[in-house]
């Protein structure tokens, strides 16, 4: 299963959403951001810089999400880290790519116009082009059928 479908998966459980809850951008920040071993390890400047959201909504949305047991958190000196508690975990150590980022990754063209995008600040084209991508990758499986 890829990240995708997990992430589907448990948030159509209502206890699981409610877990979640209003710290949902730091939520979805920490899936994309913490590695296989399920550990992030960052501060709140690094959090504040990257999310552009002020460090007491961050500290709130992390206790948030450790007082509804989603994450642990193991403070450090000057840094802490964030660690996926179960069923969250299964979102981080799953296989993380599906078929679009595999193609993100191995397709010359694919890299090629993403890298046009961000070098002219069209990124907001983005959605169109997945969009238009699936399109091809679906419309290639039926003519391969």
């Not at 191995?106 to 995008?117: A, F, G, Y």
């Not at 069209?122 to 391969?144: C, F, G, M, R, T």
């Amino acid at each position: 299963m890829t990240r995708w479908n997990l992430l589907s998966d448990i948030t159509m459980v209502k206890e699981n959403r409610e877990a979640i809850g209003k710290a949902w951008p730091l939520f979805l920040f920490l899936i994309f951001h913490t590695n296989r071993s399920n550990k992030l390890i960052t501060t709140y400047a690094e959090l504040k810089e990257k999310m552009n959201e002020s460090p007491n909504t961050l500290k709130h949305w992390r206790e948030h999400l450790v007082r509804n047991k989603v994450v642990q958190v193991v403070k450090g000196r000057s840094s802490m880290s964030f660690i996926f508690l179960q069923p969250y975990e299964s979102l981080v150590t799953c296989e993380q790519d599906d078929w679009a980022a595999v193609r993100i990754k191995t397709d010359p063209k694919v890299k090629r116009v993403l890298d046009k995008l961000s070098s002219h600040d069209n990124i907001s084209l983005l959605p169109l082009i997945v969009e238009l991508s699936a399109k091809v990758h679906k419309l290639e499986k039926s003519v391969a059928t």
